[in-house]
């Protein structure tokens, strides 16, 4: 049964579901690779696989609902809780959150004899709690599994990585790529130029073709083409890519845009260090934009250096 995954998230499970079955698998595993590989989906399905050991077919039945309704007392998902007020989510994973991992794999679990914690995204964990994390993980007791999911595992501390074995989730060959994305519904011809524009994601190229993603690129494509040979003002288009909730991802689009530039066929050594540092640039606002800055002022900058790198530039930088 293939769960519905995609074929190199089969791989992952099928891989690892014989480790466990082996006895090869040990408390701690690190499920990292480029976010949105479908991680999370995997380790709900190992989780599920642990959960029915030794379960009848009522008892898997029980275990399924729970699982697909978030209720499963023998499993525990972690992530961003919010703050003290209450408004927002939290930008970290805290220490309390780890006590209560602590204290919920002391329990004896309640159906079976397994307990499973999913730790979503891992890489968000502050260091107070890591160093909690990490007697958990030392002191593991039996049929108790603690995942953690990352797509930035150099976060973690070496100490939590190096008790974790690690399922590492990587970007599939083109062609398996291109026949998923057909699979979905997808042109090739638009398959391709999604993949590459997601530069070989396919879950990423999935959601920006069913979504706004790739007539956003277009479109930031041809407003940075505007703007560089003077048809568009820096104001106006700051406040344009900062007007609603797809600010961040109009500067992933231009951030990339302006790399693949610096890389087609350009010999200017001082427009190609120009667009480089934009590249940077680009990425540092769109970390500003998770901050109490104003969004339009950090951009409005930003698109004033873009004007610098690229004088009455008209090329297609698509």
């Not at 150099?154 to 062609?175: D, G, H, N, V």
Request: proline share 5%; charged share 25%; glycine share 8%.
């Amino acid at each position: 049964m293939d769960k519905g995954f995609a074929p190199w998230q089969l791989r992952a499970f099928e891989q690892t579901v014989a480790a466990l079955d082996a006895g090869r698998l040990g408390h701690g595993l690190l499920l990292c690779g480029p976010a949105g590989m479908g991680q999370r989906a995997v380790a709900l399905a190992l989780a599920a696989h642990v959960l029915d050991r030794d379960m009848d077919a009522a008892g898997r039945a029980r275990n399924a609902q729970l699982i697909a309704a978030g209720t499963h007392p023998d499993l525990q998902l972690v992530s961003f809780i919010p703050n003290k007020s209450g408004d927002k989510l939290r930008t970290e994973i805290v220490i309390e959150q780890v006590r209560e991992i602590s204290q919920k794999l002391a329990l004896t679990p309640q159906y079976g004899a397994a307990q499973v914690v999913i730790v979503d995204p891992a890489d968000a964990i502050n260091r107070a709690a890591c160093n909690a994390l990490l007697k958990t993980l030392e002191e593991p007791a039996p049929g108790r599994y603690l995942w953690l999911i990352s797509a930035d595992p150099a976060r973690l501390p070496q100490t939590i990585r190096s008790r974790c074995q690690r399922l590492e989730f990587r970007l599939p060959p083109r062609e398996e790529a291109l026949a998923w994305l057909r699979q979905r519904g997808h042109d090739d011809g638009i398959a391709r130029e999604a993949l590459d524009a997601t530069r070989g994601h396919p879950v990423l190229a999935d959601q920006w073709l069913q979504g706004e993603g790739m007539a956003l690129r277009r479109q930031v494509a041809d407003e940075l083409e505007r703007l560089a040979a003077g048809k568009l003002g820096c104001v106006e288009l700051a406040q344009r890519w900062t007007g609603d909730e797809h600010a961040e991802l109009r500067l992933r689009h231009a951030a990339d845009l302006a790399l693949r530039k610096a890389g087609d066929g350009l010999t200017d050594p001082t427009r190609l260090h120009k667009l480089a540092a934009w590249f940077d640039a680009a990425n540092r606002t769109r970390d500003l934009l998770r901050t109490t800055v104003r969004a339009d002022l950090a951009v409005v900058e930003l698109l004033l250096a873009w004007g610098a790198a690229n004088p009455q530039q008209k090329g297609n930088i698509r």
